[in-house]
């Protein structure tokens, strides 16, 4: 049975990474990994993929259950069965057992009835059907278990799942690029890249790993965004986008054209699943558009501050777990002024503009990671706490 610090920190580790394999799959479930460990060797590993799918934990024992080449040698070397192997075993996981019937059976009853004795914990699973039960039924049938084990790493792994059942709402990711002067855009002609290849690379894949994309009414209409992640592979991100005033709609008016042939806007080309928040009074008018793309009415009366949480709102029953806001301005600052955000993703050139539109300002937050590409940086900040 394993024990001691360093060890235990290097399973639990490789736990994390493989709950990083289900980044952009398992949404609006958490990502979670798992190793089972027999003797100083990793016998079994799982995540968990995707929504109704085996959880980690049933992945990884089924990995020891139906051996690999490393459980094999030992069962050869031992002279024991696969079975026997998990009860002299310990199974380290990112987040506390479940213990309840959602679409799959409990975790904590099949680590149970699997005899696997000791248990390592990261996080505990804030899920009201859940809620410690996992940890106390493993207690109760005599596992030894240990928790809270590199919980703020475990934390950070899971922080779009722990924001949807803590905060109720999607985890939001606040990105936009700006020049060394402070520019997001310029003022007059044409949109011009602020970045390179490189980053446009990355902000791709980051869109692969988030469940939806945000841009408002002004950024729709002057970029004409695709939304999608074309520079690398993996999920597309449900497009969003915002109508309060006709504006999106005047434009569509004025420009007609085929649906999905030549669309004038990318948003309406029917490539991806996409929803466009409008004024209720402007529904009926979006008749033409609506098998292109999801028309949401809001309440013609509310305040213009209370949209965001409507959205919010909205995206959290469609569980969708987590949203990058891509601009612009008046949009990001929105949110910032509300607090309605998790992470701000700014990516930065060596380029001057001299003058044009302002990049938002951050109030109360942090830088807490810097990489750099090759003369271009991404500063990703939190907010800071209170
Ligand atoms: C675990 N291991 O790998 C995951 C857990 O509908 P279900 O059955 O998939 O249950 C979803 C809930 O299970 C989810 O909200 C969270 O509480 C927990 N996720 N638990 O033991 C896992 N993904
Ligand atoms: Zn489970």
Redesign the pocket.
């Given at each position: 049975m394993q024990s001691g610090f360093p060890v235990e920190e290097k399973y639990m580790r490789r736990a994390f990474q493989l709950a990083s394999y289900?980044l952009g799959s398992?949404s609006?479930?958490?990502?979670?990994?798992?190793v089972i460990v027999y003797q100083d060797s990793i016998i079994g590993e799982?995540?968990?993929h995707q929504?109704?799918?085996?959880?980690?934990?049933?992945?990884a024992i089924n990995a020891v259950l139906r051996p690999n080449a490393v459980a094999r040698r030992l069962m050869l070397r031992s002279g024991l069965s696969a079975e026997q192997i998990l009860q002299d075993s310990t199974l380290y996981?990112s987040?506390?057992?479940?213990s309840?019937?959602?679409?799959?059976?409990?975790?904590?009853s099949l680590i149970i009835r699997s005899g696997i004795p000791r248990v390592v914990v990261s996080c505990p699973?804030?899920?009201p059907?859940?809620d410690g039960r996992?940890i106390a039924l493993l207690k109760e049938a005599g596992v030894q278990v240990r928790e809270h084990f590199l919980e703020e790493e475990g934390r950070e792994l899971g922080r779009r799942?722990f924001a949807n059942?803590e905060k109720r709402r999607p985890y939001v990711i606040l990105k936009w690029a700006r020049t060394a002067d402070g520019c997001i855009a310029a003022v007059q002609g044409e949109p011009c890249a602020i970045t390179g290849p490189l980053l446009q690379a990355l902000n791709h894949s980051y869109r692969t790993q988030e469940d939806a994309i945000l841009v408002g009414t002004g950024t729709l209409l002057s970029d004409n965004p695709r939304l999608n992640a074309r520079c690398f592979s993996g999920r597309q991100p449900v497009r969003i986008s915002l109508d309060f005033h006709g504006r999106v709609l005047e434009y569509l008016r004025s420009h007609p054209s085929p649906p999905h042939a030549s669309a004038p806007l990318h948003f309406f080309d029917g490539s991806q699943p996409s929803f466009l928040f409008v004024d209720a009074s402007l529904e009926s008018a979006y008749a033409p558009w609506k098998d292109l793309v999801k028309i949401v009415p809001v309440d013609t009366g509310i305040l213009p501050e209370d949209r965001i949480p409507v959205v919010l709102d909205f995206l959290q029953a469609e569980k969708i777990g987590s949203l990058i806001v891509e601009g612009g301005t008046a949009l990001l600052s929105s949110f910032i002024r509300q607090g309605s955000w998790d992470e701000a993703r700014v990516f930065t050139s060596p380029l001057a503009f001299g003058s044009g539109y302002h990049a938002p300002s951050l109030e109360n937050a942090a830088v807490v990671e810097t990489r750099a590409f090759a003369g271009e940086w991404v500063h990703v900040y939190k907010p800071l706490p209170g």
């Open positions: 289900g398992a609006p479930n958490p990502v979670v990994g798992c799982g995540f968990h929504c109704g799918q085996p959880h980690a934990e049933v992945n996981v987040l506390e057992p479940c309840h019937y959602g679409k799959t059976p409990p975790c904590a699973d804030p899920n059907k859940v996992g799942y059942v």
